[in-house]
């Protein structure tokens, strides 16, 4: 019969790769059985998983269509929003967005919608060292061409809202 515990322990388990699950799953499930392990040694478990995965991810493992897809149609939903309310400056410029949150929403839309896109390609390390300092790295993985543009897009849109923000202060100024 299985304990709640090691029904735990395989689902912390189901967050390693499948290649450390093959290898060590059996061994793990018996050690967390023998020692029984609360739940700090479970959490543990889940930790150490996703610091596997994350090591698969870092060493340049291919990013699943899934999440490529996700990726690029989420960063594409959330920059529309502030592309929409360009567009609609270019095309008539007095009009103001209604709701008084959009004047900070429509800048951060773009940078959200940047980091959506690149979660997925960029892997950050941060490694403290003997003397308490902290390095931190930053690896771009190679990106698809669908990634790509939509990255392009929401650097661009940055830049139009950056400077559409810039424009609007000085008019405002010298009014």
Known sequence: MRTVRTLLARACLRVYPRTWRDRYADEVLLLVEDAGGGIGDLVDLAIGGLRRRADELHGGAPMSPMIRSAAVI??????????????????????????AYANWLIPILPAMALLIALGPVVRVGIRRDEAGGMTVTARV????????AVVAFCVALMGVVVAYGISENLLEVLR
């Open 141 to 148: 993985l190679p990106m698809p061409r669908s990634l790509l």
């Open 74 to 99: 989420l960063a594409t939903v959330v920059a529309l929003p502030a592309a929409a309310f360009i567009g609609l400056q270019l095309i008539s410029p007095d009009v103001r967005p209604a709701p």
